[in-house]
């Protein structure tokens, strides 16, 4: 009777256990009018006034618990493909992306690729699910001059 009861206590701790669901980040994927200033040093770590970004990423949540995160993207351009790209980041404040100028991109091998929502069409959904550990990442359009038009964020996993 008493290897009955314990495991019975042992099936109803189990049942009872909360469920960890992975995280939904909704990321918004925009332009102003889809033009590339080829001048512009918006890339991350560096200093500029991002409010003067023609291209941006916008997360609705900067800071999730660790495990299964999905990045629900949405490209809402009218007339501009963009993409959302995952990499890790020591500090999310001042690391530079590994930027190759003459291709107006970074290396994204050498930034540590994780996954991303390749070429979205504009109005197009796409989705990324990965198994993150605390630490920062970035997540970037890499589409040629978008990253240095401001296109990058930074999310915090705990």
Known sequence: ????????????????????ANTTVNVKLWDKDGTVNTDAKMGMGMPANMSMASMRIKLDQTVVPAGEVTF???????????????VPVTDAKKTALP?????????EDAAGHLGEVSELDP??????TLDLKPGSYAVFCNIPGH?????????LVK
């Open 147 to 155: 990253f240095m038009n401001g296109m990058w964020a930074t999310i």
């Open 72 to 86: 629900q993207v949405f490209n809402t351009s009218k007339d501009t493909v963009h993409e959302m790209i995952v």
């Open 123 to 128: 109005g197009k959904i796409g989705s990324l």
């Open 1 to 20: 009777m008493q290897l009955f009861k314990s495991g019975l206590v042992l099936v109803l701790l189990t049942a009872s256990a909360p469920a960890f």
């Open 99 to 107: 930027y190759v100028p003459n291709e107006n991109r970074v290396n």
